[in-house]
C-alpha cells in the first residue's frame, strides 16, 4: 500500500488526504514532525515539506501540488465526470490558480503562522523554536484572514464551486486550510454566509469525516469544529 | 499577441520567458510593479503575482507553474523531443518537484530577499516600504543561498539536467532563479563547479540572451553577468 507522510495540522496534508479518500484510493498515513529533520524524512524529500506520497514501487512525490498532478496523471484520466481536474486548458488553469491561492498564499500569510504558533510551537522543544507563540504573528495572521474569507465569500457567492460549475481540487484546498483554521477557532463564519454553506456542503462529504475527527493533543478544537451544521 | 505581465527582475517571469522563447511562442512583454497594486492588474491577477500571461482572447493565466503547465498542455504536447516535461508521471514529478524548488523554496529562502532588498526597495516610495535595505534579511538571505548551491552542484554533477536525462522546466527555473541573483553578484560559482558548468551551458542558449541584456536601472550587473566564459 502507498505511503502518505503527513502532519493532521497540515492544511497540504489534509488537502491530500482528502483527494486520496475521494478517489478511493488507499494510503498508509504516517505522522511527520517536518522540524525534526529526521534523515530518512530528509533523504526522501530535501526540501522537508509535507505531505509526501511515497507508491508501492518506493518512488516518493514530494508536495501537495506536485501529488496533485500526480495522482490526476495516473488515476484521475479514468474518473470521468468525478475527476476533480477539469479537461479544458483554462478551466484548469483556473483549477490550480485557486489550489495554489488556498495552499501557498493562504498558508504564507495566514496558516502557517497560527499553526505554527498555536500548535507546532506546542510540539517543538525549545532548542528547535518551541514556546510561547509570538502575538506580532497571530495578530499579523488575524488581520491577514479577513481578506482571505472576504475572497472566498465572493468565489462562492458567484460560483457553484470554487473554479467554477463542477468541484475540483480548489474546493478540497480550500476545504484543508479552512478546517485546520476552523479547528483553532481561527474562522469568523458569521461575515461570510456564501463561504458558510459551501463549507457546510464540503463538511457533509464522507472524505471530510476523518479530517473531522482529527485531534491533536493538547488543543481541543472549537465546539463547532465537527458540527455539520454549524 | 498574447501579453505577458512580468518584472525583469522575478525569477519567475525570467523562467516564463525563457520556455516562451524555447517553444518560440511569441508575447508582448509588459513590466508590472506589483507592489504598486495597479488596479487593472489586481483584476488579472487578485493575488498580484507575476508572471501574468493573457492570450489572444484576453484569459489570464496566474503563475509561474500554472502558466508552465498550461503551456505544456496547449503547445508542448506538440514538441516531441523538445517537450520541457517528460511523459512519464514520476519523471514530471520530479521535474514538478525541482521547478517548484527553485521558484517557491529558493524564492522563499533567498531570492525574495535579495531581490527586494536590493531592488524593489529602490524603486518603491517610501511609503510602500521604499528605503535602505534590510541588513538582517540580506544576511538570512546569503546564508541560505550557500545551501541552495550546494544542492544545485549535487544535481548537476549527478545527472546531466537537473531533472535527468534530457533538459526541463526544472533547468529554466533554476536559470531564471540563478540569473536574477547572479546579476546582484549574490552566486559565489568558485565553490560549485559542477553547478558552474551546467551555468554555462544554459547560458550558451539563445532563449538565455534576452535574459542576460536585462539591465535595471541604478542597478549595474556583475561584470561576468552576460560573459559565457565566466
Not at 19 to 26: H, P, Q, R
Not at 195 to 210: G, H, L, T, V
Request: contains cysteine.
Amino acid at each position: 500500500m502507498p505511503t502518505l507522510y503527513h502532519h493532521p495540522m497540515s492544511a497540504a496534508s489534509r488537502f491530500v488526504r482528502l483527494v486520496l479518500y475521494e478517489y478511493e484510493l488507499e494510503a498508509e498515513l504516517v505522522e511527520e514532525r517536518p522540524w525534526e529533520q529526521r534523515p530518512d524524512f530528509l533523504a526522501l524529500n530535501p526540501a522537508a515539506t509535507l505531505p509526501v506520497y511515497v507508491d508501492d514501487s518506493l518512488q516518493a512525490v514530494c508536495g501537495a501540488t506536485v501529488i496533485a498532478e500526480f495522482i490526476d496523471e495516473v488515476f484521475g484520466v479514468f474518473k470521468r465526470d468525478r475527476r476533480l481536474l477539469p479537461d479544458e486548458p483554462f478551466r484548469r488553469a483556473e483549477v490550480r490558480r485557486l489550489t495554489e491561492w488556498f495552499l501557498v498564499k493562504m498558508e504564507q500569510d495566514v496558516t502557517r503562522y497560527l499553526v505554527r504558533e498555536r500548535v507546532f510551537k506546542l510540539l517543538m522543544p525549545k532548542e528547535n523554536g518551541g514556546g510561547a507563540p509570538d502575538s506580532k504573528a497571530l495578530r499579523t495572521a488575524r488581520a491577514n484572514i479577513r481578506q482571505h474569507m472576504r475572497y472566498l465569500d465572493w468565489l462562492t457567492g458567484s460560483r457553484d464551486w470554487l473554479a467554477g460549475n463542477t468541484m475540483s481540487y480548489a474546493d478540497f484546498a480550500a476545504a484543508g486550510a479552512l478546517s485546520s483554521l476552523d479547528y483553532l477557532g481561527e474562522v469568523g463564519w458569521s461575515e461570510t454566509p456564501n463561504a458558510r454553506d459551501w463549507y457546510q456542503r464540503m463538511k457533509s462529504r464522507p472524505s471530510m469525516r476523518p479530517i473531522l475527527a482529527d485531534r491533536i493533543s493538547r488543543i481541543t478544537p472549537v465546539s463547532h469544529y465537527a458540527d455539520l451544521d454549524f
